[in-house]
């Protein structure tokens, strides 16, 4: 019984480090590392390597607060300040709507590469896949395994591809560790792509939600964590050498799909359909943790919503495909998701902060200092970057 009931508990552990992981690498995930290394070449391994560090100083924080207050993220966020949970709420539950339209259409795309139909066709099967799985009987077990599953997948081609496109390694490590250009705002970029947005709080909630929380279960917390940033960073780094790769032989980008070139180039047409394989992977993976985690932030602040969270999951994710098919992308909710998401990491790193240091909230626990050292500095970095997004996204909502 106790080996069963250590398996179970760490199929849930890496079922949440992969639903964290894989959520990250997204559509945009795969377009912004190809970007950022044609811009910086070897240089961004320096990149990679910083905001390595600071995902891991956010979500060991973060997941560390929430397992041993064993309350959410909103829920904490309100004891600190009255209402700033219900704020977080509505970000994490626009932001995650928003994405998830993109994230449906990045899967359709992908399907389109790999098989030749209508994106909106394969928007609607991914749909219908990623509905399939919160209405299984044993849902939270299905999404772990199909995240790991698609997570392990989408590492090894991009590996594949990255071997094909015979990278300058020594170069990349070198320039990792002495870079000729140091790009603070790729910094900031990276760690809120990786663990920004509904991604911030998607693993430590499948966790509170398996009932895997409290002091006692710290350490089991905070290996997840790790292992989560662990795995949107190999992803990164694979296919950071695969451009590299591609771009070092003066190869240019296809500014209409980077990443799709770089898989063309590197393996020809196999290589064109396994991008087909990754896109579509990363787009329901994306599409299942936004769906999981927007509606775990609706869950305490509405009975109703706890009483029928997998139905409120399902019409999650139907609404998004239904947007994607009939409207497209709408610029407008995007812009505004945009503004809204770019605030959900530094607002809910403070107010968790914050509650580390406070005893109603935290009991007897005492958080470590340097991770709340590490957490500020994480804090007022992405809180700079949200008020330039607001700044810049804000004035196109009236344009």
């Known amino acids: 019984m106790g080996d069963t009931s250590t398996k179970s508990r760490w199929g849930v552990l890496l079922g949440a480090a992969f639903l964290m992981g894989s959520s990250a690498i997204g559509p945009v995930f795969l377009t912004q590392t190809a970007v950022f290394t044609e811009q910086l070449l070897a240089s961004f391994g320096f990149v990679i390597l910083m905001s390595i560090i600071l995902d891991i100083g956010v979500q060991v924080n973060i997941w560390r607060i929430i397992a041993v207050s064993k309350r959410r993220g909103q829920d904490i966020a309100n004891m600190v300040l009255p ?20 994230n449906v259409g990045g899967a359709g795309l992908g399907l389109n590469v790999l098989v030749g139909i209508d994106p909106s066709v394969g928007a609607v099967i991914t749909g219908v896949i990623a509905v399939g799985i919160f209405l299984s009987k044993e849902a939270g077990v299905a999404m772990d395994k199909i995240t790991r599953i698609l997570g392990i997948m989408m590492i090894l081609l991009t590996l594949y591809v990255a071997f094909r496109s015979n990278p300058p390694v020594g170069e990349a490590i070198v320039h990792t560790f002495a870079p000729t250009t140091i790009d603070m705002f790729a910094i900031i970029t990276l760690v809120g792509g990786t663990v920004g947005g509904y991604i911030t709080f998607a693993g430590g909630h499948r966790l509170l939600d398996a009932g895997i929380s409290g002091k006692e279960n710290l350490h089991y917390v905070t290996k997840s964590s790790v292992t989560g940033i662990v795995i949107a960073s190999i992803m990164r780094i694979f296919l950071f050498l695969a451009v ?24 020809g047409v196999v290589g064109y359909k396994m991008f087909g394989l990754v896109l579509w992977a990363a787009g329901i993976t994306s599409v299942i943790g936004a769906a999981y985690t927007s509606v775990s932030f609706l869950r305490t602040l509405s009975k109703k919503v706890d009483r029928n969270h997998t139905k409120v999951i399902v019409g999650f994710i139907v609404v998004s495909t239904i947007i994607f098919v009939l409207i497209g992308k709408p610029v407008t909710l995007l812009i505004l998701a945009g503004a809204f998401n770019g605030l959900i990491l530094p607002v809910g790193l403070g107010a968790l902060l914050i509650a580390a240091h406070k005893k109603s909230i935290v009991g007897d626990y005492k958080h470590p200092v340097w991770l709340t050292i590490f957490g500020v500095i994480v804090f007022a970095a992405t809180a700079y970057l949200a008020v330039i997004t607001l700044i810049n996204q804000l004035p196109q909502l009236f344009s």
């Open 244 to 267: 590299l790769g591609v771009v070092a032989t003066g190869f240019k980008l296809d500014p209409a799909n980077p990443p799709a070139s770089v898989f063309q180039q590197a393996a």
């Open 83 to 102: 209402g700033l949970g219900y704020f977080l709420a509505f970000a994490v539950a626009l932001g995650g709507l928003a994405f998830n339209v993109g």
